[in-house]
């Protein structure tokens, strides 16, 4: 399985290069002088309306329906709180097992009222980051909410909060 994220985003000499590799399932690897086969499924997320980038001249059309076969839409974080205290506690493991710790800490109570109340310009990208610095600086089988503290973006000036949550697409819930 191959993810392509933000896949509305690829410039159009980029997409030429992807629908070819798409259609013929083969691809050079930088320095080669042959091509090779292929046998992936493709996943692609992006924060575009597609359908309106290839009215738009954005996108191309034929790349569209090669990459549009099943359309899944899944709203932002901010749309589907009551997902958190899983989404939170699968983000925990995942972190807790790459850093090598036996047993993921839990979230308070408070922990999660507090991150209900956060809007998620970052999604789950952010909900990822502040869980890790959570673990990072507050070591212990509990996470308060002063471990989760003022999520990063309150910090930043009106300006860099539009640029931020511009840069960190909100409806791509896997990032």
Known sequence: TLFLDEIGDLPLAMQVKLLRAVQERRVRSLGATDDEATDVRLVSATHLDLAVAVREGRFRQDLYYRLNVIDLHLPPLRERLADLPELAAALLQRLSERSGQRTP??????????L?????????????NL???????????????????????????PAATTTAATAAPADNPDE
């Open 105 to 114: 800490p839990v979230l308070s109570a408070a922990t999660l009222e507090r």
């Open 116 to 128: 209900a109340r956060h809007p998620f310009p970052g999604n789950v990208r952010e909900l990822e």
């Open 131 to 157: 869980l890790e610095r959570a673990l990072a600086l507050h070591p212990g089988p509990v996470l308060d909410a002063e471990a989760v503290g003022a999520p990063p973006t309150s910090a930043l000036s």
